[in-house]
């Protein structure tokens, strides 16, 4: 294979991802945001480049990173669950600028299914996002971004992310008054992200949107409490919900039509 990957973002799905597409044969390269995290990676034998995106611009070793890259994947997170008033939108559009000037064809815009709203209800990628964020109106506007851009591109929007040491359940235990038991869980693990990603590429499915969510959707309450259980530890306590209340799940028709793709995790 000659394909050269790049991975904007060498972190918890970044990092096993490269791994993964090394093992497949693929030449890797990933971004980190320190020239201190750089050296560390390239003693562990990774190609990385520190590279950092603000409002001005694109800082660091942008040129080397993309240089020769045929197929590139991005997974920088807005980062605007912190408020901090920064402009995504723009950070992105000064990134894709530098894409668009090399030679990558093929790009995947790792998203969220965040863009989606609560009173959207049941959802598939026929259906519009309707976000009632900010983080997912900036996702949504930097996927139009990529979509329409000179290069051919997949959206993935993930659900929410588990595996390894991140388990979402041991950050809910022992709380009460908790809202939202109703809701279904809109999960993936991490094993599946690096599978579906992974089938992007091998099959160059390029050019679709895809929700990448696990097809079980446990209620919260149902879900955490045996989670919690599981693991010995006390289960969250959730208030009643309103009959009034909606809640969004995603579910997905282009993972089995353009990837043919089975979760290896279920919930």
């Known amino acids: 294979m000659n394909k050269t990957i790049a991975i904007a973002g060498l972190g918890w799905l970044g990092l096993p991802l490269a791994q993964q597409l090394k093992t497949l044969g693929f030449k890797v390269k990933g971004s980190v945001t320190t020239l201190d995290k750089a050296a560390q990676l390239q003693k562990n034998g990774f190609d990385a480049f520190a590279m950092t995106l603000s409002e001005e611009g694109v800082n660091g070793s942008v040129t080397a990173f993309l240089k020769n890259v045929t197929d590139l994947i991005i997974m920088i997170p807005p980062g605007l669950r912190r408020n901090t008033g920064s402009d995504y939108v723009l950070k992105m559009s000064h990134f894709l600028a530098e894409v668009e000037k090399s030679k990558v064809t093929n790009c995947i815009f790792v998203s969220s299914t965040s863009v989606y709203g609560d009173a959207q209800g049941n959802v598939t990628e026929k259906d519009l996002p309707k976000p009632e964020n900010e983080a997912g109106r900036q996702l949504l506007q930097v996927e139009q971004l990529f979509f329409t851009s000179s290069c051919n591109t997949s959206i993935v929007r993930f659900g929410g992310l588990y595996g390894g040491s991140r388990q979402p359940a041991r950050y809910l235990a022992g709380r009460t008054q908790l809202n939202g038991g109703a809701a279904p869980v809109n999960l993936i693990h991490r094993d599946d992200c690096i599978g579906i990603l992974s089938e992007i590429i091998k099959q160059e499915a390029y050019g679709h949107i895809f929700n990448a969510v696990s097809p079980k959707h446990p209620t919260k309450a149902t879900y955490y409490g ?30 089995s039509t353009y990837l043919s793709y089975s979760f290896s995790h279920s919930l």
């Open 226 to 255: 045996q989670k919690t259980s599981d693991l010995c530890l006390e289960p969250p306590q959730f208030v009643e919900t309103n009959d009034l209340e909606s809640f969004k799940q995603v579910d997905s028709i282009h993972l």
